[in-house]
């Protein structure tokens, strides 16, 4: 699950590598055909979800296309292909005041995608009340098809910050047009 502060993270990163001044950056669900930016950027299980879809290359040509000269796809995109083997069912859950957010994972018996179930609990005058669930499949992605899929849209420069070079939870991917 995203949030603003992810966003902020991923906006920072896009700032440090195009240098000072302001920025046109934009989600990657947002981007206009047509309608050029500076930075591009994409959260968590975005990617991922698109690669199971089988939309991955399509959307990466699309956010090249909407980059200006020099502009930068920011992209965090989990590492999961070691958990793949091991394939854990659910995450403990988040809490925060009365709310709990839990996620269960599907594995495929290959271990290259799973389906993410995402419930969230709030606490009622009863007891617990489930306010919202989402669902979706993901295919795992490694570092070597990241770096394949980023080249083969017409990326250049494609780096991978560690999450301690990044300040991201998560792996994050920087591609320059």
Do not use: K
Not at 5 to 10: E, S
Request: net charge negative.
């Amino acid at each position: 699950m995203c949030t603003v502060n992810d966003l902020d993270v991923l906006t920072s990163v896009a700032g440090a590598v195009l240098g000072p001044g302001s920025h046109a950056v934009v989600d990657l669900l947002d981007v206009t055909p047509g309608v050029q930016v500076d930075a591009v950027r994409a959260a968590d299980d975005l990617l991922p979800r698109l690669a199971h879809e089988e939309s991955l290359a399509t959307i990466l040509m699309l956010a090249h296309a909407s980059l200006r000269p020099g502009g930068v796809l920011v992209a965090a995109v989990p590492e999961l292909d070691r958990l793949g083997e091991l394939r854990p069912t659910a995450l403990p859950p988040r809490v925060h005041g009365d709310r709990v957010t839990v996620q269960l994972w599907d594995w495929a018996p290959d271990g290259l995608s799973y389906g993410l179930e995402v419930v969230t609990l709030v606490r009622g005058a009863t007891g617990w009340e489930i306010s919202a669930t989402a669902s979706t499949r993901h295919r795992v992605l490694s570092a070597g098809e990241m770096d394949a899929a980023l080249h083969a849209a017409g990326f250049t420069a494609v780096q991978r910050l560690a999450p301690g070079e990044s300040g991201y939870r998560v792996p994050v991917w920087v591609a320059v047009r």
